[in-house]
């Protein structure tokens, strides 16, 4: 003890452990673990000042000298010095582990000087020592291999405590727990590794003793992978099995609350679902690429995987919630538990897209009750445990936060539904999911956007629950906070804790350490001003002793996304900054209004880069400035613009000047900038802030949102006014007149957010940007401190006015001008077309009426018939019907016209159809045709007619839809139509059909040009003018807009798959739709509504005027007028007047008495007619009263307005057009119409159509409204028709009787029937045959064409050029004769090397320069440089007999691609050593795939495209010089197999490539065997003046393939099976199917063939160039097209089944078929035994039978004559003769014959049986006679007419029988004319009568019902 007197009263002092530390009382002092921090509380308790100052010092106990010493450095470990707190890192006691006692005093000095001091022995405790800890294996599968970890020997003089066991992952703080434990070995399962580490993880053990000291060692890194694919599914099977029986597992684990059995479960259990999330997507995205959260766009496969994966990530989900909802039940009873479980609750929501919200809610429920636990246990436990534990629980709120972010954006829709039910239990779940399964695949397929829309006060469920979890969290991490910082010493290190979803800091001290400094967190950063700056704020005390609390976040997803389209402000790539000041209570320090901002740095990692523009332009004349402009949306306020300027030359610098609204001048400007700001920064556009960028704050900005402009200068920097320029940019500019640099320019804007937490919104108050902003990070200076995000933006151009009329010249914009002028040019003709077709359609508004329509019919009725739209659905053939109603039916009809063609496909006609007397309600109707139409026009397609009473105005439709074709449908042309009822009328073919045809023609404006119906009011000129301003609004709002699009992520887009929609696009949208859709809508609501000037005449009055002229010119007598004595008689009877009518039958007698008066309709009286004639008058004057509803329409003179605005919009759209593409440049503008014209031709011919098929969908699916032909306009255009007297009276009072039928109906004769059908089919057969010949041809003619295309005429002189260089014809050294090493090197150098360089002139005058790289013949260039290769084989790889092994050394086996030798050596093949590298290339294998190199067939094995290569590169010396020392090295040893010599030439005098490969192949029994093969292949096709020929050839090509691939599918389709069984049909398909391989050859080889020249054209002649791979491709070409063309020659052979030579002998082969089958079976045994026996008997010594195939082929050449009988007779006397004179005795004498006898017999049987034979030859015959009809060459039978069309030829003999009857009848037919004449001129009552009718009432006012006299009329016509 020591003892220091001192005078005075020195303070008190007294010093201790703070809480927190580990320490122990020991000894008298305290002892300490040395793995942890020390924390020192120092105080007075007695005689303090307020002044007192504190030092602390620290001695160690030196055991050799037995006193304590200084240590000089301590504080280098130590915060706090000098302060009340004391706070030693635990390095420094690792550091000075030799030291095991300390003495720490800390002094106390009051102001006067006078100080005491107080004094604390620690001693530091040993941790566990001198053990080891293993783990086996080193890798497994997650959850699936279980890892035993087997600690021993470990020791501790306070004794071993427990085993904590863990792991760490890269890039992750975060200590993955998986047990803990007193055993020292345990077998565990691992989490899932990383994947970004391939997987690999730390595995750690802790050893602690009894009072807390821990020894950490890393047991070993650890790989732990997921499952395969193919177990996945049963790993999830197995894990929902555990949750089944309403989750027993989980339910007793949740019961027993035992925290390591709960969490070791969940742990193996979450790292499974982790691991199959990971292989999941490494699955998806190894085949489709990037896994993204929708399927749109994604091909099918992709799409069906995607889905797949998606409905296992539900699943995934439900087991998260089980998993969480099961950790709630863990017991917190230590803080062991609390590292374990916050651990574990870590890993199972690592995957925070697989969290729904109960998952959300158990977490955050988890977390909070984990930071009550740790808030309890923070005084009893220390730091290191507290910060471990608190590390999982910030982490797994990290999770949550995100998790919330991400299943919001990306829903678990079925387990959100699953949820909301209420329900639970698997059993229900899976019920649900199964139900679930097509809702998940249609939402995958165009998600929407899942982010909050609704507004603050109006939350919905899903916001309020967001809510909810984020404030929860916010409590929960406020909690751990202050659990983490309780214990804390100020100027204590950070404590960081980072994670994949956050990152946190939380730092306690003073004030003035904290402030004034920047802090790194994630990747943000906060950058701070000094305290009293932060507290700028009245009322506020500025001290800086006080200790305060400092919490930093950066979260990397935003989690305030519960505030509707207010959160849509903040970019969705943006992370959140948050930093928070407490002080020591807790409590949030407000700080606001701070005097200087606080710099914040806000990550948006992912943010797409702004567009860049690239600028060629020159100043105006006169100031020097280049002029752009720039937009600020009304969405962009407050937000700062970034302007980025590069030059091309970096010696550059530019003035930039700024100015709102109007263009900027050196003295009229807003802003100045130089750029680059420092001409020594010149180049480095790396550096941050960049010297080339321009930022300009948002005070700027403000709300001065449109226009500004930018003007750039270059500065001339050799000008002397350049200096004080830069000094003073106020001064005068030194401008160049022209600039030397082009630059490029980008433009964008960025703002800055927080998060009010008080109002609960994003807003941008008290924040700017700062100049660091870049595409990738916002910089935000602000004055108050909250959460803190960013937006980002990119604002439009606008129209340059000056600029564009300084540049408006037709040189600098051809690509406009063109354009303007072609679509005008176009516009006028098509105008001019119109205009003809609108004349025309004038002619097909009218009705026709009927030929055959009486003209004393009055009862009108109007037929329209709608032809089908299928192809030749039109006829020229006659057709007739017969209509019935309930009161009575027409005669036979005609429908007809002589002045227009009727009844064309897709036509509509109009017919005035008139009758005598109304037929009532139309029940139904026969109609046929005559099939009297010429080829495709007899067949007739009829949609449907219908029927309108133009007395009454009912319609009536009968609706068919069917052929009426003897060769279509079911072959019938004649039906029964019955009338349409509604159901008819309503089904979905005729309201679709209908509705369809009309929008088409009418609706679609493009379409509408060619179809319009003729009866629209709206014309093809009106119609075309209004697609023409329709086409120019729509160029003018794509180029408004075109390039300056903001990126999508600026606003929390609307993601379709790889589409993205952000808000300010969707205002873009709309601003579009405001210029072109009002205007547009206007003008074609004016031309269709506006009525005409002038009514035309009715149509049915027209056609009644064309009946009343038929009647006149035909001196029709009016039947109505005329009275006949012998048919009616008048009486007068007590004033009333009488009309008679008699039948013929009757006599004349009971005429006259057998009247019966009570018939009305037999009489009326006079007075009653003039009463019936009052009453239709009046009723006619009432009808007149009434007025017909109208339609809306406009008064015509709006004509002429719709007329003004569509000129008007075309002339403004076209001229803005022009000033935008003026602007933007040629090579832009260009670019600009290509994407116009694709998406302009999209929406025509694609879009709208798919429109127009919805739109009649819906109608007929869901409206069903019928009869969306009519038109209404049209009715309304026309003068109302009236109808006159008697046609009223006939339509009140019908009287007239039912005439007889003029023609009756005759069903067709089924014969007649067949008879056109069958001559029908043989037109149709005749016509395709012709078709198909004269294609043929065609095809053929192109084939031969592009055939003998690729094939040269001077291939063969080039091959036999180049092998005469090479191969050479010379005693010794010919190529063919080398047969050894020493040989082929005297080839090498004596022949072919020289060939490979150009020698000297005859006169010895060396070669020109520009010679070198050609051959010696002075015209071939060498492609690349020649490569020789050879193939090896490792040495004694076959075992050598016993009996040999003495004398021979090896045995070395054949080569073959497998045993082949890959080593690398030293130089001549010496083997290298351990750790020797091979440096020699020529002993250095190389793969084929780095040469390029495909394997090659030798006459003795295949070969690999790989081997040791030797480039003889260099001159010709050098290349001499590397063979000889190749020579002398042994390079082609006893293990070489092969020599390969390889190159290609081109010889551009005959446009080829030459691909030479000399090969020598070494045997097996030491044989050198030459082998060459030169390819000549003609690559360059397109450079001569055949060129364009050859490339339309080949189009056309491509196009008959096409036509053709087509053909062969619809017959595959029609004939199904059968179309196999067709020869022809095989070879149609094999032609069509090698056409393509050809084509897609064909263009593969031009695609290489452009790359090898490309390499040849960069290396310059040197690079290595292949050509072998190219010569297989160009070879297999040539065969392709070979058979291509043998199967299209082969075709004729069908050609030619026309002949009956030919027909007879292809019969001749199908009958003999079977036969010939047989035959050859029995053949082949034959020839094949032969052969076997002539293998074996001369193979040896026979080359000819050398091996079986050889023997073979020279079998079939004996048959023909070609045998070497003498080498025969040589190797075999005795079985020569033998085995030859029974070969030919039994295959050439007796097989051969055998074959022809059974030809002959079958050729006779089948000329005896005509049935065998083909019948194709009567085509011929039919097709002959048409030929001579047509051209009128020779006699043609005569045309046998239609059998269904009646013959107008009269037979004599019936004339003769007619004439008969008809004399027969004459004296009957003369008697009753004198009857009739006495009776009607002298008969005195009957006059009488007759003049007091005409008195009193006029005859022509009458009724009289219609006689019989046309019998009468026949008979008197005949006999004129």
Not at 744 to 769: A, F, H, K, N, Q
Not at 792 to 810: E, K
Not at 1330 to 1359: A, H, K, Q, T
Not at 1399 to 1426: A, C, E, K
Request: charged share 20%.
């Amino acid at each position: 003890m020591f003892i220091t007197v001192t005078t005075g009263t020195p303070p008190q002092m007294s010093l201790d452990c703070a809480p927190g530390s580990e320490c122990f009382s020991a000894h008298g002092g305290r002892k300490i673990n040395p793995t942890t921090d020390l924390r020192l509380h120092g105080r007075c308790t007695q005689d303090c000042d307020a002044a007192l100052t504190y030092d602390w010092d620290i001695e160690f106990y030196n055991e050799t000298s037995e006193l304590y010493e200084p240590i000089p450095n301590w504080r280098v470990y130590a915060t706090g010095s000098s302060t009340q707190y004391l706070y030693i890192k635990k390095e420094f006691f690792i550091d000075n582990s030799d030291w095991s006692r300390y003495s720490i005093s800390l002094t106390g000095t009051r102001a006067g000087g006078t100080s005491g001091s107080s004094f604390m022995t620690v001693y530091v405790n040993t941790p566990p020592y001198g053990g080891t800890c293993t783990a086996t294996p080193g890798d497994g599968v997650a959850s699936i291999d279980p890892f035993n970890v087997h600690c021993q020997n470990w020791k501790d003089e306070d004794g071993i405590d427990s085993y904590q066991f863990y792991s760490v992952f890269v890039n992750d703080t975060i200590q993955k727990q998986i047990t803990f434990g007193r055993e020292p070995s345990v077998a565990m399962f691992p989490p899932l590794g990383p994947q970004a580490n391939s997987y690999f993880q730390e595995l750690w053990v802790s050893i602690y003793d009894t009072v807390g000291a821990r020894t950490s060692v890393m047991v070993q890194e650890i790989q732990v992978r997921p499952p395969d694919e193919s177990v996945a599914g049963d790993i999830m099977d197995t894990m929902f099995n555990k949750t089944m029986g309403n989750l027993q597992q989980y339910a007793d684990l949740a019961a027993s609350e035992n925290t390591r059995e709960i969490n070791k479960q969940v742990l193996i259990d979450a790292s499974l679902l982790n691991a199959l999330r990971e292989s999941d997507r490494d699955e998806y995205e190894s085949e489709y690429g990037t896994y993204s959260t929708t399927t749109a766009g994604a091909t099918p496969q992709a799409t069906e995987s995607f889905v797949s994966k998606e409905l296992d990530r539900n699943r995934r989900g439900y087991l998260r919630s089980i998993l969480l909802r099961t950790m709630k039940s863990s017991s917190l009873d230590s803080i062991e538990d609390l590292k374990l479980i916050s651990s574990t609750t870590y890993m199972a929501t690592s995957a925070t897209d697989e969290l729904s919200p109960s998952a959300l809610e158990s977490t955050v429920d988890l977390a909070s009750s984990m930071a009550s636990k740790i808030t309890e246990m923070v005084s009893t436990t220390s730091q290191t445990m507290i910060e471990e534990a608190g590390a999982g629980m910030i982490a797994t709120l990290g999770n949550c936060l995100q998790g919330l972010h991400d299943t919001i954006a990306n829903p678990l829709l079925i387990v959100d539904e699953f949820e909301q039910t209420g329900q639970t239990g698997t059993e229900a779940f899976e019920n649900t999911y199964q139900s679930s399964i097509g809702t998940v695949t249609e939402w995958l397929a165009s998600p929407t956007d899942n982010l909050m829309t609704s507004t603050p006060g109006d939350l919905s469920d899903k916001e309020l629950k967001a809510k909810q979890i984020v404030q929860q969290a916010e409590n929960a991490l406020n909690m751990i906070n202050r659990a983490l910082l309780k214990n804390k010493v100020p100027g204590e290190t950070a404590t960081t804790i980072s994670t994949p979803s956050i990152s946190l800091q939380l730092r306690r001290n003073n004030p003035s350490e904290i402030a004034n400094r920047t802090y790194d967190i994630g990747d943000g950063q906060f950058s701070l001003p000094e305290w009293c700056s932060m507290k700028n704020s009245p009322g506020q005390d500025c001290t800086e002793d006080k200790v305060v609390d400092m919490e930093l976040y950066s979260l990397k997803k935003n989690p305030y996304i519960f505030n509707g389209e207010n959160s849509q402000r903040v970019s969705i790539d943006s992370h959140a900054m948050i930093l928070n000041y407490r002080n020591l209570s807790g409590e949030e320090m407000q700080i606001q209004n701070t005097a200087k901002a606080i710099g914040i740095i806000v990550p948006r990692p992912s943010s797409p880069d702004p567009e860049t523009t690239y600028y060629s332009s020159q100043p105006l004349e006169g100031d020097g400035m280049v002029y752009h402009n720039f937009n600020v949306s009304d969405i962009d306020e407050d937000t700062s613009i970034i302007i980025d300027l590069l030059p091309d030359d970096l010696s550059v610098q530019y003035a930039v000047y700024i100015r709102y609204a109007e263009r900027p001048t050196t003295n009229y400007y807003d802003h100045v900038f130089v750029v680059p700001s420092d001409m020594s920064l010149a180049g480095q556009t790396s550096l941050s802030p960049s010297p080339y960028r321009i930022s300009i704050g948002d005070t700027y900005v403000g709300k001065n949102t449109g226009k500004y402009v930018i003007g750039v200068i270059e500065l001339d920097r050799a000008n002397y006014k350049y200096s004080q320029f830069i000094r003073n940019q106020k001064a005068e500019v030194p401008a160049m007149e022209e600039f030397i640099s082009n630059y490029s320019m980008s433009i964008s804007s960025s703002g800055c957010l927080y998060w009010s937490v008080v109002d609960e919104r994003w807003s941008s108050d008290g924040c700017s940007v700062g100049p660091k902003t870049n595409q990738y990070q916002t910089e935000c200076l602000c004055t108050h401190l909250t959460n803190f995000a960013s937006a980002w933006v990119i604002p439009p151009n606008d129209i340059d006015f000056d600029y564009v009329f300084a540049n408006m010249d037709f040189a600098k914009n051809p690509t406009i001008y063109v354009v303007v002028i072609v679509v005008f040019v176009f516009y006028f003709i098509g105008l001019i077309w119109c205009r003809r077709k609108d004349n025309r359609d004038i002619a097909l508004i009218g009705v026709a009426p009927l030929p055959d329509n009486d003209p004393n019919d009055k009862y009108l009725y109007e037929v329209v018939v709608l032809t089908g739209r299928r192809k030749n659905g039109g006829t020229d053939s006659k057709v007739s019907f017969i209509l019935s109603g309930e009161d009575d039916e027409t005669e036979v009809r005609m429908l007809a016209d002589d002045k227009r063609k009727i009844l064309r496909r897709s036509g509509v006609d109009s017919f005035l159809m008139a009758v005598p007397r109304p037929l009532g309600t139309l029940n139904y109707m026969r109609i046929w045709h005559d099939n009297s139409g010429k080829g495709k026009m007899q067949s007739w397609y009829l949609s449907y007619i219908a029927f309108r009473d133009l007395q009454t105005g009912e319609r009536f439709y009968f609706i068919a839809n069917r052929w009426f074709s003897v060769v279509e449908d079911d072959g019938q042309i004649d039906r029964l139509v019955p009338v349409a009822g509604k159901e008819q009328m309503q089904s979905f073919d005729h309201v679709f059909s209908s509705t369809t045809r009309k929008n088409f023609d009418d609706g679609h404006l493009w379409f509408s040009v060619i179809a319009r119906p003729p009866r629209s009011r709206f014309t093809r000129c009106q119609r075309l003018s209004c697609c023409m301003m329709a086409l120019w609004l729509e160029m003018l709002v794509n180029i408004m807009w075109y390039g300056i699009t903001p990126p999508t992520s600026s606003n929390s887009p609307l993601n379709f798959g790889p589409f993205s929609l952000s808000p300010a696009q969707i205002s873009i949208g709309v601003q579009s739709n405001l210029i072109v859709f009002p205007i547009s809508l206007l003008v074609i609501q004016i031309f269709r509504k506006a009525r005409p000037k002038k009514k035309r005449k009715s149509r049915i009055e027209i056609a009644k005027e064309q009946l009343a002229q038929k009647r006149q010119k035909n001196n029709y007598i009016d039947r109505s007028a005329m009275v006949s004595p012998s048919h009616v008689e008048v009486k007068q009877n007590n004033d009333q007047m009488y009309l008679l009518d008699f039948e013929e039958k009757e006599d004349t007698e009971s005429k006259y008495t057998n009247l019966d008066k009570s018939d009305p309709d037999k009489f009326m009286s006079i007075d009653a007619m003039i009463a019936s004639e009052d009453a239709r008058e009046k009723k006619k004057k009432e009808k007149r009263r009434k007025k017909k509803k109208k339609s809306f329409g406009f008064p015509h003179w709006c004509i002429y307005i719709g007329w003004v605005l569509v000129f008007l919009s075309i002339a403004t759209a076209a001229t803005f057009v022009i000033f935008y593409a003026v602007q933007m440049g040629d090579l832009e503008t260009k670019q600009w119409f290509t994407s116009l014209v694709i998406s302009f031709l999209t929406a025509i011919l694609l879009t709208q159509p798919i429109k127009v098929i919805l739109i009649g969908l819906f109608i007929a699916l869901v409206l069903k409204t019928p009869n969306a032909d009519e038109d209404e306009d049209a009715e309304e255009d026309e003068e109302d028709y009236e109808l006159n007297d008697d046609e009223e009276w006939l339509h009140a009072k019908p009287l007239a009787p039912i005439k007889e039928r003029k023609l009756a109906y005759k069903p067709p004769d089924e014969k007649e029937l067949s008879k056109a059908r069958e001559q029908r089919m043989k037109e149709i057969k005749m016509y395709s045959i012709i078709r198909e010949i004269i294609f043929y041809m065609v095809f053929l003619w192109l084939l031969l064409i592009i055939s003998y295309g690729n094939r040269d005429p001077n291939s063969f002189n080039y091959m036999e050029h180049l092998s005469t260089l090479f191969i050479k014809d010379d005693p010794y050294n010919d190529y063919m004769k080398v047969t050894s090493r020493h040989r082929f090197w005297n080839y090498a150098h004596e022949i072919f090397v020289p060939a490979l360089f150009v020698q000297d002139w005859y006169n010895g005058d060396p070669p020109d320069d520009d010679l070198t790289g050609f051959l010696n013949d002075r015209y071939s260039r060498i492609m690349g440089h020649v490569v020789v290769r050879q193939l090896r084989i490792h040495p004694g790889q076959c075992s050598l007999n016993e009996k040999f092994s003495q004398i021979v050394d090896e045995c070395n086996v054949g080569y073959s691609m497998s045993n082949q030798d890959q080593d690398s050596y030293g130089r001549s093949w010496r083997h290298l050593g351990e750790n020797e590298t091979a440096t020699i290339p020529e002993y250095i294998y190389t793969p084929a795939s780095d040469l390029d190199g495909y394997p090659f067939l030798g006459r003795h094995g295949l070969y690999s495209g790989g081997g040791y290569v030797a480039r003889l590169l260099g001159s010709e010396s050098e290349v001499h010089d590397l063979l000889y020392r190749l020579e002398a090295e042994n390079w082609i040893d006893d293990y070489t197999k092969a020599i390969f010599i390889e190159f290609s030439t081109y010889n551009a005098q005959v446009n080829l490539f030459g691909v030479v490969i000399l090969l020598l192949e070494i045997t097996k029994l030491g044989a050198a065997l030459p082998l060459y093969r030169i390819d000549p292949v003609k690559l360059l096709s397109y450079f001569s003046g055949f060129a364009l020929f050859q490339v339309v050839c080949e189009g056309l090509f491509l196009t008959f393939v096409v036509f053709f691939l087509i053909k062969e599918i619809n017959n595959i389709r029609q004939q199904k099976k059968k179309y196999i069984k067709s020869f022809w049909n095989i070879i149609e398909f094999s032609i069509v199917s090698l056409s393509i391989a050809a084509i897609v050859l064909y263009f593969y080889r031009f695609i290489v063939s452009n790359k090898l020249s490309a390499t040849f054209r960069d290396s310059g002649g040197a690079g290595y160039i292949k050509l072998q791979y190219v010569a297989y491709w160009n070879e297999l070409l040539g065969y392709l097209l070979g058979i291509i063309v043998f199967l299209s020659n082969l075709k004729f052979l069908k050609l030619l089944r026309f002949n009956k030579r030919m027909s007879l002998l292809s019969s001749t082969l199908k009958s003999a078929s079977a036969d010939i089958l047989h035959y050859f079976i029995m053949f082949g045994i034959i020839f094949a035994s032969f052969a076997m026996a002539f293998y074996l008997v001369f193979a040896k010594k026979v080359f000819d039978f050398a091996d079986f195939i050889y023997t073979l082929e020279s079998l079939f050449a004996t048959m023909l004559g070609k045998f070497r009988w003498h080498a025969m007779k040589d190797a075999d006397s005795v079985m020569a003769p033998l085995l030859f004179f029974f070969f030919i005795l039994s295959v050439t004498f007796i097989l051969v014959n055998m074959f022809l006898t059974i030809l002959n017999e079958n050729f006779s049987e089948v000329k005896r049986n005509t049935a065998k034979q083909a019948n194709e030859f009567e085509m011929v015959e039919f097709m002959m006679s048409r030929f001579k009809l047509w051209t009128g060459i020779g006699e043609s039978k005569a045309r046998t007419a239609s059998p269904l069309i009646p013959n107008n030829k009269v037979n004599p003999k019936d004339i003769t029988l007619k004439e008969e009857n008809v004399i027969d009848a004459f004296p009957d037919k003369v008697d009753q004319l004198l009857d009739s004449i006495t009776k009607m001129y002298f008969n005195p009552s009957s006059k009488e009568n007759l003049d007091f009718l005409g008195s009193k009432y006029d005859p022509k006012q009458m009724y009289l019902k219609e006689s019989n006299i046309n019998q009468d009329k026949g008979f008197m016509a005949h006999y004129k």
